[in-house]
């Protein structure tokens, strides 16, 4: 079982569809992110959660919405997306105040169509 | 805010020659510094890190990094590449609370039999 877990690992949408993506870390970690990763772009940190409260939104687009219930789970609720949302969207934990390397899942595969 | 800088988006060398992956930072304060490694379709997954102890750091598979303060530089280097080390390499950096980090655009890394 890996560290992170994140489902589903691919999802298609069309652009009035409403989904979401499961994080879950098995790690003890206080601390859980979202990142984006589209193609020929460099990792865009999008959400970051500390012991279940938002400490980072990078100025993200509303369609997108996080959703933090306790330190092991992290959700991405989607809706109304745009083709250019397209991307691998990848969850990760970390300790922090310790070595704090962060811990990446294998990422969610979107597509919007 | 901290920056990364990674110079060449892509590298190629032959298997057997040495892999140089180049790494800059802009910090403000001492970092800690990462690299991460990402195979297709994959998540990242931390190859070796720097939080202050020794200069030259060893990694995962035979990788490792030596942090130059003096040349705000932490090269990845491998004295001889192996067809399995083709993938995309990030150089990260992380703000003291660890709870930012800040990626490179990657450089992918192809090894020619």
């Known amino acids: 079982e890996t560290g992170v877990t994140q489902t589903p690992r691919h999802l298609v949408m069309g652009m009035t569809n409403k989904k979401s993506l499961k994080c879950e870390q098995h790690?003890?970690?206080?601390?859980m992110y979202w990142y984006k990763q589209s193609a020929k772009k460099p990792l865009e940190l999008m959400f970051v959660y500390n012991f279940k409260e938002q400490t980072e939104n990078n100025s993200v687009p509303s369609r997108f919405s996080p959703e933090c219930p306790n330190s092991s789970h992290l959700f991405l609720h989607l809706h109304t997306l745009q083709p250019e949302d397209s991307a691998l969207y990848l969850c990760?934990?970390?300790?922090?105040?310790?070595?704090?390397?962060?811990?990446f899942g294998e990422g969610s595969r979107l597509t919007v169509l | 805010a901290q920056s990364v800088t990674q110079l060449g988006s892509h590298v190629s060398v032959s298997e057997g020659a040495l892999v140089l992956l180049r790494c800059n930072y802009s910090?403000?304060?001492?970092?800690?510094l990462f690299w991460y490694v990402q195979y297709p379709n994959q998540g990242l997954q931390l190859l070796l890190k720097y939080t202050s102890a020794a200069t030259l750091v060893k990694g995962i598979n035979g990788f490792e990094a030596e942090f130059k303060k003096s040349e705000t530089s932490f090269h990845l280097t491998k004295p001889s590449a192996h067809m399995s080390d083709a993938a995309e390499y990030f150089c990260a950096v992380s703000e003291d609370n660890f709870n930012k980090f800040y990626f490179g655009s990657g450089t992918k890394l192809n090894v020619k039999p």
């Open positions: 790690l003890g970690h206080n601390a």
């Open positions: 990760a934990s970390s300790q922090t105040g310790s070595t704090g390397e962060l811990f």
């Open positions: 910090s403000s304060v001492p970092p800690y």
